[in-house]
């Protein structure tokens, strides 16, 4: 299983950013999928996630109606667009996947981080 993030970067804010993680080594249908983020001094914690059968997506209440999580199975990549980005956003995002994902417990398998910057 491996999983690889990227689409971080410097941006203003109310700006926005895509992120994206390809996947291979799984089906995205056998595996909930979703991404954490780790900001500067602190620990890491759910951002967003979707069931491996799409059908059911969570959020954390902190980017509720600003970020979207969303899969193209036919690729192997989720993605997550963030919107109206806030300077509280900025950490390294990672994406995970395993057989039961929430905002409040990750899976067994990691990608490396991509890291967004939210200033001006």
């Known amino acids: 299983v491996q999983l690889q993030a990227s689409g971080g970067g410097l941006v203003q804010p109310g700006g926005s950013l895509r992120l994206s993680c390809a996947t291979s080594?799984?089906?995205?249908?056998?595996?909930?999928t979703g991404w954490f983020r780790q900001a500067p001094g602190k620990g890491r914690e759910g951002v967003s996630c979707?069931?491996?059968?799409?059908?059911?997506?969570y959020y954390a209440d902190s980017v509720k109606g600003r970020f979207t999580i969303s899969k193209d199975n036919s690729k192997n990549i989720v993605y997550l667009q963030m919107n109206n980005l806030k300077p509280e956003d900025t950490a390294v995002y990672y994406c995970?996947?395993?057989?039961?994902?929430?905002?409040?417990?990750?899976?067994?398998?990691w990608g490396q981080g991509t890291r967004v910057t939210v200033s001006s």
């Open positions: 995970n996947a395993g057989l039961l994902i929430t905002i409040a417990s990750s899976g067994s398998f």
């Open positions: 979707i069931s491996s059968s799409g059908g059911t997506t």
């Open positions: 080594g799984f089906s995205l249908d056998e595996y909930d």
